[in-house]
C-alpha cells in the first residue's frame, strides 16, 4: 500500500468516527529519544524519516511538522506526496495551525498511548477557547497497517556489580526511601532507562541504547516491572524473587495502575508518561508530578561508574586514534567517502571489549556536509574526501563499562585562515568550560556562555545546547542535567559531583563546512572556602585535538597550558595500547604547542 | 507611646476584631523599594529602621523577617522590646512560620492596600490546606498611630524635552498602540517611576527618587491621574487639558477602577498592584497581567537621554574625582571619618548643574565596615579612616539629565598582597562583563557568570545580584533587566539597545574589607553577521581605578588593553573640569599599566 492508499484508508477511518484531525507524533509509550520500528508510524505512513515530527491529518490536509534540523529532508522525501513538510521557522507549529484552520466543535483524535500527558494538556489548554471535543484513545493505525514490525524482543542480562558499583537492593532502598520523604506509595517509572538503572539489567530492544522496554510500578513492597517475560533469563528469577520484583505482561500496565487505591498516592513525571497511562490513574488517588526519583540518582555516577568510565574512555580513545592514524595513511592511497569512514570507524570501535555498539549513529561530514549539525550520510549524499577541507567526525561507543560520546574535527590537507580561526574560536570554548570552577547550586544555564563567550566576541554562534547529560552504559542523551542558553529543564537542574555531560560548542558555516569540538566531562568536588562548596569539571573523553588549525595567537596562556596537559594525558593513557607506528604519530599529534 | 504600649493596642484591636495573626510588610501603596514616612509602620511600631521586613503579631508572638543584610541591625535595634528578630538564614520564611504555628480556622489580616496581589496570592496558596479565614482590608494602624507623618507633598515640575528627549504626547500615543495590541482597554500603573516617565514629569516626594506619588489609569481616550492635585502647578494644567490627562484624588483610585465597564479589559502588573486595588476591578473585567507597556519603554534610553547620562557622568565623575584627590590630600592631615567622607562627597555632588541629590544613601565603608553590601554610617559604627586599609565607596546623584552609581574601592596606606589579589580578582569580573559581546535576545543571567568567573575560579564569591537597571532621573534601582545568577524575573528579561545596567561583582571579607568595582553600562548595537544581530556594552561611568591595589600577574592583555583605554577616556573627558593639580593627579592615576 502506497503512501496515498494509507491516506485514503486513515480519512475512511476518520470519517466513520467522525473525526475532523488526527494527530500522529513521532514517540512510543516511553516518550523517549528512540524507537522502535513498530512506533515509526510517520516513516510508514509519509516516507519521512526523521526522529522528530508531528503529523497532522483532515479531509482535505495532510501535513508533517518537523524541527529546523529537518527541514530539507523532510521537503525532499516528502516531495511527490500529498503530505505538505511544514517549515518550522517560517510557519505556526501544529497546535496554532489546528486552531486557525479548523472549526469550532469539531472532533480532535490521537492515540494516547504514545502521547505524553504534558503535550494533551497545552493541546487542550491552548485549544481551549474553541470548543473543540477530544479522544485520546484513538487508535486508527493498527488497523490499516498490516505488515506491521512487532514490538522488539532482545533478551535482558545481568548489568554486573564489576560495572554498575552498586548493588540493586541498595538502589531500590534509596528510592523507596526518597518515595517515602515524597509521600508517595508508587512511583511509577515511564522510562526504561531509569528501569535498567534500578534494576542493572541491560538488553537491546532499542537501537543505540541498551534498553529492555519496559514500565515499572514501585510500590513499599513490591516492584511491578511490565515487560515480555520471555526476555528474561530464568537465572534472574531467584533474585527478582528475592527482591519482590514480579513481572506482568507490558500491556497490562494501564490496567494495574486502575486497579490501585484511590487511597494511595503516586509519583510521576508529567513530561515521559502516557496520557493512555495517566487517564488509569484512579480519581481522587493523590498525584505528585515530579521527575523521577531515579532520574537525579542515576545521573550522579559512583566511584565504580567513574573508574569503568576512566576505562571506557581509554579504548574509545585507542578506537579514535587508530582511526584517525590511519586516515592519514590512506588518505593520499584511495578514494575515502564519508560512508566508508562511519564503517572503519565502528569497526574499530567495535575490536574493544565489552562493546555494545554505537550510542548513535555516527556522524562523519566533509566541509559543507559538516555544516549540518546531525548530518546522516545516506547514498545519495556520500562524498568523497578528497583535496583540501575540513572532516567533523562525531560517534560514540556503548560499553558494558560506560557510554561514550565525542567529537573530532580534523583538517584534510591545508586548511584556510578562517577554517583555523574558526576552529580556534570554537577550542577555546570547549577549554573554557572544561576549565570552570563554581560553587554548588551552579546550574547548566550559568556556564553556557563560557563556551560561546568567544565565538559571540566575534560575530559566531551555534544554535544548538552546549552539552547533554550522558547514561552510563545507558542513553547517550541522559539528563536530567544539561548546559545550555537556559530554555529546557535542563540548563535549570542543579550541576552535582558525579554528572557526565557533553561539552561540545561549534561554528556552522553553511554550504561551506562545520567545526565541533567535543569531550565528555565530569563534574567533581573542588575546594571549599568560606564561601561555599566549589565544584570543576575533568575532561574524560581522550583523543587529540588537531593542532594544524589551531592558530596559537588567539589562544591566552591558561588554554594553551590546558591543551599541552591534556594531550600529555591523551598520550599518556593511550600510548601503552598503540603500536610503535601509532605511537610515534600521536607522540606528534600531542607535541606541546 | 513606647513599641510595648503600641503592641498591647494593637493586640486589644485584634481580640476585638477576632483576628488571630496580623501581617504588617515595609511597603507602600506602590509597593517600590523606598517608601515616605507615613508608611514606615515597622520602624514606628518596632523601632527597626531597615527598608525590607515583614512583622506577624500574634496574641502570644511579635516578630520581625527581615533579609540577610538586616540581621545584625534588626537583632540590636529589636533589643530589650517584645520583638523578636528572626534570622532569615536560620528560621522559616514567614509564610511558612504562620502555617506552623497558627491553628486552622483562624484569621489572617492584613492592610491590602500595602500588600501586592502577588503576595496575597502566595500566602493564600501556601496556606490553603489550613482553612484559615483571611481579611485582606484591615488597618489596625491609623487608629493607633496618632501621629502619624502625612503624606508627603512636594511640587510636581516638567522634565523639560532638553532631559528626556522625547514628548509626553509620543510616549503616550506608543503606549496606547501596545495596549491596542495587548487588547487592553485600560493600562493601570501603579509605579510612580513609569508615571513620571510617562507625562515627563518628576517631582520630590521620596526620598533619592524625584518622584510624585500617583496612580494612573490610562484609556484609550483619558489619562486618569490620581495624585494630590496641589502638587501640580497651574502652567501644567493647559497642556494636561490638551492631551486628556485628567487629576483626580489619590484616594479615589479604587473607587474609580470599581467604576470601570465589566466589558471592558484593563492591563496591570500584579507583582506592583496592591490587593486593595486589585479587588477593585469589577467582576467579569478582562484581567491582562504583564509588565506595564510603560516598564521596557522607559528602561530603553533614547538618545536624547543617552547624550544627557554622558554629560551627567562627567559631572559625576569630577566630583568623585575631587573627593578622591582630596581625600588623598588630607589623609595625613586630619582624622577623617567615614561619617565626614559623606557629607563631604554629597557635598562635592550637589555643586554640580541639574543636581536633585543622590540617588541613593552613600555608603563610606573603612576596612570591615565594607564588608557589609549595604553599609550605612551611623554615630556608633563612625569609624575613623586610619592606618592601612581598604576604603569602599559606594554613591550616586540624581540629575536631570541623570541618574549616576558608582563604586570605587581604594587603598588608604600600603594594600596587603591578599587585598590587592582579590581587587584584581574583583576587577576581573567588572572589566569582563564589560567587554562582552553577545546575540540579540540575550538575558542577564547568561552574562552573569562573566562578572564572577574569575572569583569561581579561586574559590570567591558574592552574595547579591551582579547588575541592576538604572533609571533616567529617576529610580537608581530600576527594571526591567538585571544581570545576576538566574532568580529573579529580572534576569530573565532580554538585554536591549539603550538599556542602563551596573557592573558591580564583589568580594566581602567579613570582619576585614569589602571590595566592589561598579560601573554603569550601556548596552549597545555591535555588529550584524550571517548569525544575527550581536550586542555589546559601553561602560558610562567614568572615575580611575586605584592603581595600587592590582597585581597585573593576574590580568590577561585584553583584560589590561581595557584598563589602560578607560583610563585614557577617564582622563579626557574629565580633565578640562578639574584645576591643574587634580589634572596631574589624575593624569598618574591613569596612567597606562
Redesign the interface.
Known sequence: MGSEAKLVELRKLMKNSGIAIYIIPSTDPHLGENVPDHWRIIEWLTGFSGSAGTVIITDTFAGVWTDSRYIIQASNQLKGSEFTAINPLEKKDYISWISANVHANEKIALDGRIFSIEQTRKLEKLLDNKHFSFDFNCDLISDIWTERPDLPHSLAFNHEILYCGRDRSEKISEVRKIMKDRRADYQLITSPDDIMWLLNIRGGDIRYSPLVLSFALIGVEQILLFADESKFPLRMAAEFDRLAIVILPYEETAGIISSLSAASSILFNPVITSSNLYQAIPSGMNRVEDINTTTRLKAIKNEAEIANIRKAMIKDGVALTRFFFWVEQNIDKEILTEFFLCEKLNTLRSLNENFLGPSFESIVGFNEHGALPHYTVTSETNSAILGNGILLVDSGGQYLDGTTDITRTIAIGTPTEKQRRDYTLVLKGTIDLA?????SG??G??????AR?SL??????YGHGTGHGVGFCLNVHEGPQSIG??FGQGT?TILEAGMLTSDEPAVYR?GEYGIRIENLILCCL??E????Q?LKFETMSLCYIDKTLIDISLL??KEIDWLNSYHVDVYEKLSPFLTSEENEWLKHKTSAL
Not at 544555564?445 to 563560557?450: A, E, P, R, V
Not at 572556602?529 to 561555599?532: D, K, S
Open positions: 576549565m570552570a570552577g563554581f560553587p551552579t546550574k544555564f550559568q556556564l553556557d556562555m563560557l563567550r559571540w566576541e566575534n560575530g559566531l554562534n542558553p537556559g535549570k553553511e573542588d575546594n572556602t568560606q564561601y561555599g566549589f591566552d596562556r
